[in-house]
């Protein structure tokens, strides 16, 4: 063991710090909010189009460049800034600034005004770079903390925090919104005030050594030299550059539908409402008991995939999960038009999802090379998900406008999926480098 419990656990805390953001900003009650105030923008339009920069566009549309934004911001300077904290043993500082930046971009989200628009879609972008950035510099801190025998049940229990805190603060949003009747836009307060909150717990037992080194031009360019010695050593290293090209192409498709999902239910599905008539989309109710829906089974499925992974190893447990993505998408393109239908796709990806992601990352952790320099290595590991995020929003935002539907958007995600299966397919079980210690993957 690297670390005493309470500090796993402190760190395992931040992921109930801040996936708040991911639920009530990223899927829950923001997309709702956003998708109400941004309707019948344009007079003589379709319901969903709206101004933006003197363009026509779908609202998701806009989202979805918008989102891109935030991610090739963090994609350009979460490596720079890795460099720099590595060399000054740093991260934990960049970590609370990210997190407080990211915070306060959503509290200052209860401004948004659809008379301007462009300049509220602002708080968006900073929110996603701070929430990006600052989990980044958190990642970081897994290979340092626990044992590789140790990282995927570290991991998947703070995936499972994170999905438990973000349920309890949109359980208590909804409570404040249908029972209180207080404003929707009053839960991005609740956001930013819970992130920064119980991060404290976080920042207090996570320990770095700090090197007596000044901030100057220098360190900016020996940080740099930090980050290609890094990049550098990745490139040597056969199983890690394969297993990022993979995860990669993956990341395509688990963002998107993460970042996209709840908009899915607002568009593409229909239903019969009392008066006998077929309306188009769900209602908010519906669609919070879906994320609520996701984000419960996320907690079983994170633990589920951290024990398969210890029983048949983690690159056999990510090429079945990638077919379970192929097939969801299959469902959701073909067979998701009515609520139970969308319930059943949205079950079957919270599932999926916690799996997904808690064991993508602690496989990239067993995966590194014996250094300190982790925060560069987990820049890159975070550039490539924000690098395919963009290209799975950017290639989803585009398709629906060009062919006027987000189900064809689908059609995308299923081609990431499968590229990404023939991927891992050529990742090695082991690095062919002479006597080193190997675990199970």
Not at 97 to 118: K, M, Q, R, W
Request: charged content about 15%.
């Amino acid at each position: 063991m690297k670390a005493t419990k309470r500090v796993q656990n402190a760190w395992a805390m931040y992921d109930w710090a801040n996936s708040t953001y991911s639920l009530v900003i990223g899927t829950a009650i923001f997309p709702l909010f956003y998708a109400g105030v941004t309707k019948n923008m344009v007079q003589g339009g379709a319901f969903d189009d709206v101004i933006f920069f003197g363009r026509i566009f779908k609202n998701t549309e806009v989202l979805s460049y918008c989102l891109a934004l935030g991610m090739a911001l963090v994609c350009i300077l979460s490596p720079t800034l890795s460099g720099i904290a590595d060399y000054m043993e740093r991260k934990k500082t960049f970590m609370k600034f990210f997190c407080y930046l990211g915070a306060l971009a959503c509290g200052s989200l209860v401004f948004f005004d659809i008379h301007h628009f462009e300049l509220s879609m602002v708080s968006v972008v900073i929110a996603c770079l701070g929430f990006w950035c600052s989990y980044a510099f958190s990642n970081s801190f897994l290979p340092e903390i626990a044992e590789p025998e140790e990282q995927d049940k570290l991991s998947a229990k703070a995936y499972s925090l994170g999905y438990i805190g973000s349920v309890i603060l949109l359980v208590i949003n909804l409570v404040m919104i249908q029972v209180y009747g207080v404003e929707p836009y009053w839960s991005f307060v609740t956001v930013a005030v819970w992130w920064i909150g119980f991060a404290q717990y976080t920042f207090y037992h996570l320990k770095e050594k700090k090197k007596d080194v000044a901030f100057t031009t220098s360190v900016i360019g020996k940080g740099f030299r930090e980050l290609r010695r890094v990049w550098e050593e990745l490139r040597e290293t056969k199983r890690l550059k394969r297993y990022l090209l993979t995860f990669f192409v993956m990341s395509m498709g688990v963002q998107t539908i993460m970042q996209m999902a709840s908009l899915f239910g607002t568009k593409e599905v229909t239903q019969i409402d009392e008066m006998g008539n077929t309306v188009i989309g769900l209602n908010a109710t519906q669609l919070i008991v879906a994320v609520l829906l996701v984000q419960l089974i996320a907690v079983p499925g994170a633990m589920t995939f951290s024990f398969a992974s210890r029983k048949l190893g983690n690159l056999i447990i990510l090429k079945i999960a990638l077919l379970v993505w192929i097939a969801v998408c299959l469902f959701a393109y073909f067979g998701v038009h009515s609520p139970v239908e969308f319930y059943i796709t949205a079950g079957a990806i919270g599932f999926i999802m916690g799996g997904t992601q808690s064991l993508a990352r602690s496989t990239y952790s067993k995966f590194l090379p014996e250094t300190e320099d982790t925060a560069s290595y987990f820049s890159f590991f975070d550039a490539t998900e924000k690098v395919g995020l963009i290209i799975g929003l950017l290639s989803f935002g585009y398709i629906e406008g060009f062919a006027g539907s987000m189900r064809a958007s689908v059609l995308a995600l299923i081609s990431f999926f499968v590229i990404g299966f023939i991927l891992i397919l050529f990742v090695p079980q082991k690095e062919n480098s002479g006597g080193e210690k190997v675990f199970r993957v």
